[in-house]
Structure formats: C-alpha cells, structure tokens
C-alpha cells in the first residue's frame, strides 16, 4: 500500500511580500499553488498511490468565485480515472463555516464529518481513515480524544488539522499531545496545519507533511508530499516528494573575503547559483543576506541602491531567481592591532579588551562581577536536570572566548559610529 500524505494546499493563496521589478519571473511565481496540486497529483499517477489523505486547509479561505472549486475538482477526476481514493477534512481557513460555496466532487473523493470523527475503511487496500474537520475556525478543544479506537486488521490513520503540543506561529487549534496520540493505537498519523514538515514520532508514525507550496520567505526549502509505503500492516519508508512550482529560499554571502563592491557580487553569484541549483528547475525567490566585517563595507554603505540594483541584475542572469529582499548587514572591516593605535575612545576599548585577554587578575575581577549579575538571574534560567545555568562564565577559557565575541561585535559598530 502506497499511502500519499499532503496537507495545508491553501490552493489560489497568493505568494506574500514579492517586489516587482525588471526582470522578475511574475508569470512563473503566480499560481504556484495550482502548480504544486497539479504536480502532487501526477506524482500519485505516476507512482500508482493507492491512497491520498489531505489534512484540512486544501482552500485558504472562502472562494472569490467558483473557479477555485473547479480547479479541484478537475484535479480530483485525474485521480479518480486513475482509481485513487482521497480522503479530506477540512481545516481553520476552510472551515465548514467559512466557506460559503459548494461544488459536487468525484466519488473517489470522500470528506470527513465536521461535527463527529468519521471513519472511512477502504477494504480492498486494508486501510481505515479517521478524522474529523474543523466546523468553524477556531477549534480550540482535542478532537483526536474523540476519535474511534483503531479497527483490527487494518492499516489504522488518523487525519487531524493541530497545532499539537503548540508550534510558534501557527494558531493553537485542536491542540493534543503527542503522547495522546500514540496511544491511540494508530498506524499513522497524517498530520497538518503546521507549515514546517516535522516527524513528531516514528513508533507510530506521527508526521506533519508541510504544506504543499511555500507561500512567502520564511517558507523555505523543498514543500511537498509525504509518500508512506505499508508492507504487511507496517510502514517501511516515509520520504518526502517535493512538488513545489516554486521555491523560497534564504542566500548568505559572507562579505568578509570581499576587497570591493564587485568582489561582493561575485560572492553573491555563487550562493545565488547554489540556490537554484537546490530547486532544480523551479523559479527561486531568495532573500539575499550580505554579512560580515568586510573591507566593501564604505562602498556598499555608499551608494546601496546601486549595488542592490547590481545584485536584482545578477540574479536576473541567473535563470529564473528573484530577490525577495536584500538585507545588507555589513560592517567595517578591522585590525585589532591597528585599532588599539587610535588615540580615540575606539582605540581605548580596543586596548582594554586586548589586556583583560591576558591579564589574569582582570579576569578574576571580571568573573566576581559576573558571579553578581548571575546571582540575580531568575531560576528559569537554571537548567531542568542539573540545577546549573545554561549560561557558563566560570573559567577562565570562557571568559577569555566572550571577551574575543565582545571584540568582534563591539569593534566593528564604535568604528562604523565613530566615521559617522
Ligand atoms: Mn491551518
């Protein structure tokens, strides 16, 4: 049995925080949503799945007219022609209260009960489907508490829309834990509403697949499909088919080789090229980072237009990337040792960091104002196990490496304020 696991399609969602400019693939970037169901759809044909489960939020709010609905239903009959059965519930942003139209779906597509856990036992592949969909948005009991026990005999899934135990940035509904779930006596857990794909466990097997499509920058990396093989009643691989129409993606240049401006471009061509070589073939918006004490810092600070400019037109020579945004973080480059020359307050503090370094009794004194300000922090801070601080700061190894960190954060911005 081949079981496909997609959840949180948000079909017809725009793609958030693209700025337009010259050379910008707009075309391809719009209807990336569509593009990712069509893909998963003939990932299943192709790789004959006997099952597709979709974990609520297939529509990203109500629809603007009935061509969102069609589009689904169209990519519901290619699966039903090729004779896989989906299995649905609905979500927060499709919840039944929220979508306001309706539109008949193929028989091979069955939805689960909103107000009830439902199940739906496919005998010919072995498998029973649990869940329950969202009735309105925000659901905020455990709906997994309610769900049936595992039938015997069957390949036994639970589909749930859930913030789980809570996932920074996503809306606490349905909550349940982990544990619960397992419990439960399930084969898998197909999991969604949490963006990020994550295996909460594998015995059994509780996974958040991701949703299907990146939808703005901090929706990086490969999104698509999980692909769960069953032998005998127990799953024997899990992998991830990615089939995203575009990808988002976070590019760093580490501006600290760079002598000049060009130097710095040429940096960003390769991490550019990394990048859309990773999405193989899909456009690319990248949000582009430049970081480091570097010696192109003036030039960049100089004139950013430019060189942002510079970097939009490297990346339109480079297939079919897009720069979200460009984050410029450098900062001047330096010379300790020429620093401590200065007869400015620059080079006072670059000279007393340099002796507290090397001056024992300093170090000492240091760490008795340390042992002060630790002696004051709240327990929380304290580890769980040990009692002790996460924060170490008792010898003298760990004094000497947070004095360097101090050195290499506090140097490079005194010097930037003191050319003002
Ligand atoms: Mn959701």
Same mark, same amino acid.
């Given at each position: 049995v081949k079981l496909v696991h997609a959840a949180d399609l948000h079909i017809d969602s725009p793609l958030r925080g693209l700025e337009r400019y010259e050379g910008a693939p707009v075309g391809a970037m719009r209807g990336a949503t569509r593009r990712a169901v069509e893909n998963l759809v003939a990932v299943c044909i192709e790789e004959r799945a006997s099952l597709l489960v979709l974990a609520g939020?297939? &529509? %990203? =709010? !109500?629809?603007?007219? &009935?061509a969102t609905g069609l589009f689904f239903a169209q990519q519901m009959a290619r699966l039903a022609a090729a004779d896989i059965p989906v299995a649905w519930i609905r979500g927060n942003h499709d919840a039944a209260s929220r979508i306001s139209r309706h539109l008949g779906l193929p028989a091979n597509v069955r939805e689960l009960d909103t107000r009830a856990p439902e199940t739906v036992v496919y005998e010919a592949l072995g498998v029973a489907v649990h869940g329950q969909g969202f009735a309105q948005r925000a659901v905020t009991t455990d709906l997994a508490a309610r769900y049936p026990d595992p039938i015997r005999g069957v390949f036994n899934v639970g589909l749930l829309h859930t913030s789980a135990d809570g996932k920074p =940035?996503? /809306?606490? @509904?349905a909550p349940c834990s982990p544990d619960a779930l397992a419990d439960?006596? @399930?084969? &898998?857990w197909a999991l969604g509403h949490v963006h990020a794909r994550e295996v909460l466990s594998r015995d059994p097997w509780i996974c958040f697949s991701g949703n299907l499509q990146g939808r703005h920058a901090r929706e990086t990396g490969p999104k698509g499909a999980l692909f769960v093989t069953v032998r005998e009643g127990a799953v024997t691989d899990v992998a991830l088919r990615a089939v995203d129409a575009a990808r988002w993606a976070r590019a760093e240049v580490d501006a600290s080789a760079a002598a000049s401006a060009h130097d710095v471009v040429d940096l960003a061509r390769e991490a550019l090229e990394g990048a859309a070589a990773e999405a193989e073939g899909r456009p690319v918006a990248a949000r582009l980072l430049v970081r480091g004490a570097s010696r192109a810092h003036d030039a960049l600070a100089d004139d950013p237009d430019r060189w942002e400019t510079e970097l939009r037109a490297l990346a339109n020579e480079t297939g079919e990337v897009w720069l979200e945004r460009v984050v410029m973080e450098t900062v001047p480059a330096m010379d300790p040792a020429e620093l401590e020359l200065r007869d400015d307050a620059v080079g006072q503090v670059a000279r007393t960091l340099a002796a507290l370094k090397n001056d024992e009794a300093a170090l000492g004194a240091l760490r008795e104002r340390i042992d002060e300000l630790v002696r004051k922090l709240?327990?929380?801070?304290?580890?769980? /196990?040990?009692?002790?601080? /996460?924060?170490?700061? !008792? %010898?003298r190894a760990s004094l000497r490496h947070a004095v360097a960190e101090v050195e290499r954060v506090l140097l490079p911005r005194l010097l930037a304020a003191a050319r003002g």
């Open positions: 939020d297939l &529509y %990203d =709010g !109500d629809w603007k007219d &009935y =940035g996503h /809306e606490p @509904y439960k006596g @399930y084969d &898998y709240p327990s929380e801070l304290r580890t769980r /196990e040990t009692g002790e601080l /996460e924060l170490r700061m !008792d %010898d």
